[in-house]
Nanobody, 124 residues
Framework: QVQLVESGGGLVQAGGSLRLSCAASGRTFSDYVMGWFRQAPGKEREFVAA????????DYADSVKGRFTISRSNAKNTVYLQMNSLTPEDTAVYYCAATERYGFYREAFKYDFWGQGTQVTVSS
């Protein structure tokens, strides 16, 4: 198993930036494809981004492409989400997740392990 702890959320004005981190512990971090999801009040959890085991490949939801960047450091057992040009529509609880499956997946149920989430609030 792997344990995931997110950090870096907070309140930011529209147009601003935040960098989320997700620290992993337990099994070998590079065994997992990592993803970021978010859930706004009253809405379903939605895919944001994913990154391959090596970090060489990434996938993004259309809504964040060009504004968000996912990266990872296997040496530090950490995955990051750099979020730029934030809008109020980005307000949500952000979760990191890990899957042992091969390939990229946008479906939350295909991820095996989840962090507790970190709140991101973007004011207009």
């Amino acid at each position: 198993q792997v344990q995931l702890v997110e950090s870096g959320g907070g309140l930011v004005q529209a147009g601003g930036s935040l960098r989320l981190s997700c620290a992993a512990s337990g099994r070998t971090f590079s065994d997992y494809v990592m993803g970021w999801f978010r859930q706004a009040p009253g809405k379903e959890r939605e895919f944001v981004a994913a990154i391959s085991r090596s970090g060489g490949s990434t996938d993004y939801a259309d809504s964040v492409k060009g504004r968000f960047t996912i990266s990872r450091s296997n040496a530090k057992n950490t995955v990051y989400l750099q979020m730029n040009s934030l809008t109020p529509e980005d307000t949500a609880v952000y979760y990191c997740a890990a899957t042992e499956r091969y390939g990229f997946y946008r479906e939350a149920f295909k991820y095996d392990f989840w962090g507790q989430g970190t709140q991101v609030t973007v004011s207009s």
